[in-house]
């Protein structure tokens, strides 16, 4: 990402001003290299769709540690956001859900992790609002259980006796009904997975693997996009973008094809034929 001088004006003395810096990162290594110790991640991914498996294999890479990550839920046992829990570079996660990862649970139970749940709706406001300028919301998710009065464990200690828990959130009424208060997400990085995107950072999303990648996009202050298949700006079809360059700041072409392409599918139900039943794997 160097600056490049386009001259004004011929001749001795020629004024030059530079041009717009470019999005476009040769590789996943250099994408992330910046990432410290402590850095708040909010990442893209509905179990293991829509997930930037190559920028979270090169953090991986580049090892910082004590992670705060924000994300629908961490990855699967190996894969994804798994990869960094397994190694123990997350300290802390927010997320809506936690699925069928058993080193999530163990390393939650066992005090090594300290896990905010919310709701998975809420999860998406905070993370829309950390996007938009809007730096808190109400909202009637939540009242009446932990999210609103406190007390939900979010660590506990190596002996199984909670060490940290939530607390209690500010509530008001309007009209007549209680809503709560929830804070906007504003993550030092974002890292999402486009299906295409252009030089600029516009950003187009395949189908479910759209899911929290724009929220992420729009949150994150500085957003890593990988991208399948890029383009030069004015080849998006405007009314096609599902996210605007503005929020993006990196762009890793990765292909179609090659390390980035494997798409995993967490649990593969098949159909057999008529008198056999289906089974799951």
């Known amino acids: 990402m160097e600056t490049m001088e386009t001259p004004l004006a011929a001749g001795p003395g020629a004024l030059s001003t530079p041009a717009p810096l470019s999005k476009v990162v040769a590789d996943p290594a250099r994408a992330v290299v910046d990432i410290p110790d402590g850095a708040t991640l909010a990442v893209c991914g509905f179990g293991s769709c829509g997930i930037p498996s190559l920028l979270i294999d090169a953090l991986h890479q580049a090892g910082p540690r004590g992670l705060h990550v924000v994300s629908n839920n961490c990855g699967i046992d190996g894969w994804g956001l798994g990869i960094l829990l397994d190694a123990g570079r997350i300290d802390r996660v927010t997320a809506s859900y936690v699925g069928d990862n058993k080193e999530f649970a163990r390393r939650y139970l066992s005090g090594q992790l300290e896990v905010e749940l919310i709701p998975q709706g809420t999860l998406a406001e905070r993370l829309r609002a950390g ?11 939540g009242v009446g259980t932990q999210i609103a009065e406190g007390g939900m464990p979010w660590r506990y200690r190596a002996d199984g006796t909670v060490a940290v828990t939530s607390p209690p959130r500010r509530t008001e009424d309007f009209d007549g009904r209680p809503y709560v208060l929830e804070r906007a997400v504003t993550p030092d990085f974002g890292l999402v997975r486009a299906w295409k995107g252009d030089t600029d950072g516009n950003l187009v999303f395949r189908r479910a693997a759209r899911n929290f990648n724009p929220l992420c996009a729009m949150a994150g202050r500085i957003t890593i996009a990988e991208v399948e298949e890029l383009c030069e700006p004015g080849d998006l ?18 292909g179609p094809e090659g390390p980035g392409a494997e798409k995993r599918i967490e649990k593969l139900t098949e159909r057999r034929p008529a008198g056999q039943e289906e089974t799951s794997r």
């Not at 996007?131 to 998710?141: L, W, Y």
């Not at 009314?239 to 360059?245: E, F, K, Q, R, S």
């Open 237 to 254: 079809d405007p009314d096609a973008v599902h996210l605007p360059g503005i929020f993006v700041q990196r762009v890793v072409p990765i």
């Open 131 to 141: 996007g938009s300028g809007v730096p808190a919301f109400f909202t009637p998710a």
